[in-house]
């Protein structure tokens, strides 16, 4: 997969995915009620480790600098 995100885009990703998680996991391992969607943050996590985005590609949108 081309990379296609930015190294502020991926700062913020996993600030973003390590604040779901933790969302998920504030009541310990038992995730009850809607805490089950805060495991949504590995997404972002797996994106900016990878520095790939499908949806990104999809739209034809990259976040990353143009190299001259």
Do not use: E
């Amino acid at each position: 997969m081309p990379v296609n995100i930015g190294t502020l885009d991926q700062y913020i990703r996993i600030v973003l995915g390590l604040a779901l998680i933790a969302y998920a996991f504030q009541d310990g391992l038992a995730i009850q009620g809607w805490h089950w969607a805060g495991l949504l943050g590995m997404v972002p996590l797996v994106t900016a480790f990878f520095r790939s985005c499908p949806l990104y590609v999809a739209l034809g949108i990259s976040s990353c600098p143009v190299s001259q």
